[in-house]
């Protein structure tokens, strides 16, 4: 099993494909399998390294003083450097693209461009962001108590993305369910502090996805943050919610090739 030991932790990670590399970087409970259709997609045009964050899967989540944002991307920044990939292109979805923006804003040198679909970047829209977890808290908690921490993430994924959760089959959520302990670990995180003044700071080349279908306030933070980034272009995908990789994986997949400057 392929890791790399970065910042304490060993890292699960996987590397297909052959031209500019490229790390792509999971959300809420996921892997680096998920990202397995769009290595498909684009592996004839970038080196694709996907990975298990902390605490997800096949990497163990280590010793540390507590789950942070920060954390998450000065993993994803030690792993970079570990292998070599420096600059290399960001693709990140939810958390992950969270995640993302922190390294942006920290690591630039690190970066060729970066595709940041929905991030849950709360900061920039706190009355948005409470009536959000006002309607997501009530909804864990019924399923915590009738079905246990699996079915909490079931609760969670119905309310932030449920035209894929519908979707899919018990195979492919099983992994999301076996991470249940990082669903309640990230949502216990600090929250993130990012104001515009820091987005309009950014440097690196960003292409920025929402789904027409997708929840009002992620739509609503993903329009702030591509008027913020300089030079940042919003891609908004029709017929589509949050999990824009999943739910229209060509266009998002258009989107990560024209940034790269790659064909398909």
């Known amino acids: 099993m392929p890791t790399v ?16 590399p490229a790390l792509f970087i999971h ?3 996921g892997h680096a399998n998920v990202w397995d259709d769009q290595v498909e997609r684009l592996g004839p045009g970038l080196r694709c390294i996907t990975y298990d964050r902390r605490g997800h899967t096949r990497s163990p989540l280590g010793e540390m003083a507590q789950r942070t944002v920060e954390l998450h991307a000065d993993d994803a920044a030690g792993l970079i450097r570990a292998l070599g990939i420096a600059p290399c292109y960001l693709v990140a979805s939810s958390g992950g693209a969270r995640v993302a923006v922190d390294v942006v804003r920290r690591y630039p040198e690190l970066l060729r461009g970066a595709v940041l679909s929905e991030p849950p970047l709360f900061a920039l829209d706190p009355a ?6 006002a309607g997501l808290r009530p909804r864990i908690g019924a399923a915590m108590e009738q079905g246990g921490p699996r079915a909490a993430v079931d609760a969670f994924f119905e309310y932030v993305c449920p035209g ?7 195979v492919r959520k099983e992994p999301y369910r076996a991470n249940h302990v990082e669903l309640f670990g990230d949502l216990q995180m600090p929250p993130y502090q990012v104001t515009i003044e820091d987005l309009r700071s950014i440097t690196v080349p960003a292409v920025v996805l929402t789904g027409a279908g997708s929840n009002p306030l992620f739509r609503h933070v993903a329009r702030l943050l591509a008027g913020s980034v300089p030079g940042a272009r919003l ?9 824009t990789y999943a739910e229209q994986p060509e266009r998002f997949a258009e989107a990560v090739r024209a940034l790269a400057g790659v064909g398909g």
């Open 27 to 29: 959300g809420m409970c």
């Open 235 to 243: 891609v908004e995908l029709d017929a589509c919610g949050h999990v």
């Open 5 to 20: 030991s970065v910042n304490g932790v060993d890292l699960y990670y996987e590397e297909r494909g052959t031209g500019a």
């Open 164 to 170: 894929l959760w519908d979707r899919i089959d018990d």
């Open 128 to 133: 948005g962001a409470e009536e959000f977890v």
